[in-house]
């Protein structure tokens, strides 16, 4: 039998498994307008909240069961980008560190601003 913090697991993940599926059908479109030599297919360029791209890391890296990952807080900035890029250049960041460090090696991504930067 399922209590309430078990439904609003169940509810979380079927949200993060949705954004994930549409993530992957705009990847399998990048894919398709690159194989049909399709140039003029571009990533988005529009305002990005830093702390949103690291949340849905968290989401991510939550879902994959990764443990010894900590993900920071982010410094509430706007980037120019696509939220959707920046997230799972991250998400490869972080798989190839898990995948490739020893087993029980933390994992720590954090986002600073320096200067203008």
């Given at each position: 039998?399922?209590g309430?913090d078990?439904?609003?697991t ?9 954004e994930?599926?549409d ?13 049909r030599?399709d ?7 529009e305002?990005v909240?830093a ?5 849905a890391l968290?989401l991510r890296t939550a879902?994959?069961?990764l ?6 807080a982010?410094?509430?900035v706007v ?18 560190a898990?995948?490739?460090?020893p087993?029980d090696?933390?994992i720590?991504?954090?986002a ?5 930067h």
């Amino acid at each position: 039998m399922l209590g309430p913090d078990s439904r609003q697991t169940v509810v979380d993940t079927a949200g993060v498994a949705r954004e994930e599926l549409d993530r992957l059908g705009r990847i399998v479109d990048d894919l398709t307008a690159i194989t049909r030599g399709d140039t003029a297919a571009e990533t988005a360029r529009e305002p990005v909240f830093a702390p949103d791209v690291l949340e849905a890391l968290r989401l991510r890296t939550a879902g994959l069961d990764l443990h010894g990952v900590t993900i920071e807080a982010a410094p509430p900035v706007v980037l120019v980008g696509d939220e959707d890029r920046m997230t799972q250049a991250l998400l490869n960041l972080v798989m190839n560190a898990h995948t490739h460090t020893p087993p029980d090696t933390p994992i720590s991504v954090d986002a600073v601003v320096e200067g203008d930067h």
